[in-house]
């Protein structure tokens, strides 16, 4: 399927804007669209290199509840760069470590808990 280009993952978020804030200012991404219904941020898409996501603001009648069972795998060239720009950025970030499958890799956590993974090939 030629057709398909990429993923781009919608995740809920308790305050969107502390989210985007956590997303562009501390992970690097940039923000490609919005949507504001009543000038008010509801949803927004953003893009790393070639990964995007897209927030969305819960607004349920229910206290937030963020749904189990989803973490994002961000791969990269090298972690390495990243990690140093995350981290001192104010993130608080795993150590770097090398897993079974052949993949370095550093976990960080969004303001709703959703564990980002950034990972890179282990090169010789």
């Not at 305050?15 to 200012?25: G, H, L, P």
């Not at 206290?63 to 990243?82: A, M, N, R, S, W």
């Not at 956590?109 to 890179?120: G, Q, V, W, Y």
């Amino acid at each position: 399927m030629e057709n398909v280009q990429k993923i781009a993952p919608l995740i809920w978020v308790s305050d969107i804007q502390v989210s985007i804030k956590f997303y562009c200012e501390v992970l690097g991404f940039s923000c490609l669209n919005s949507w504001e219904p009543n000038d008010e941020l509801k949803w927004c898409s953003l893009e790393l290199g070639n990964s995007s996501l897209m927030l969305q603001q819960y607004d349920g009648e229910a206290e937030f509840q963020k749904p189990e069972g989803i973490d994002l795998y961000i791969v990269c060239d090298d972690v390495e760069p990243l990690y140093k720009l995350i981290s001192s950025n104010g993130a608080q970030v795993t150590s770097i470590s090398v897993e079974f499958y052949g993949m370095k890799q550093f976990f960080v956590t969004d303001p709703d808990e959703n564990k980002i993974c950034f990972e890179s090939p282990v090169r010789d």
